[in-house]
């Protein structure tokens, strides 16, 4: 089993940067994937980046290719999303989370976080 909470939203203006973070409990963390997802008001839950539990695979979706950087620390059981050159089409809940299965649909992860709120205003 596995806990996550996520960390690090906030209000900012467009061009700005953001970090969150997603901490995890568990013993398993460092053995599953981790992803990021992220969704607007009125829209389905998209794809952000993910990481293999290794490191050594990484993924982005094509609108944030660039500007984000996925990152996970397993000796301290923490996720991280960097965020730079905000764009308000970026508003939205992120949510993390960790799974057995690599892959960019949220079906293939088991564990997800609350989330947290970013607001980008132009």
């Known amino acids: 089993q596995v806990q996550l909470v996520e960390s690090g939203g906030g209000l900012v203006q467009a061009g700005d940067s953001l970090r969150l973070s997603c901490a995890a409990s568990?013993?398993?963390?460092?053995?599953?994937?981790m992803a990021w997802f992220r969704q607007a008001p009125g829209k389905e839950r998209e794809f952000v980046a993910a990481?293999?539990?290794?490191?050594?695979?990484?993924s982005y979706a094509d609108s944030v290719k660039g500007r984000f950087t996925i990152s996970r620390d397993n000796g301290k059981n923490t996720g991280y999303l960097q965020m730079n050159s905000l764009k308000p089409e970026d508003t939205a809940v992120y949510y993390c989370?960790?799974?057995?299965?690599?892959?960019?649909?949220?079906?293939?992860?088991?564990?997800w976080g609350q989330g947290t709120q970013v607001t980008v205003s132009s």
């Open positions: 568990g013993r398993t963390f460092s053995s599953y994937h």
């Open positions: 990481v293999s539990w290794t490191g050594r695979m990484i």
């Open positions: 989370a960790a799974g057995p299965t690599w892959g960019a649909q949220n079906f293939v992860y088991n564990y």
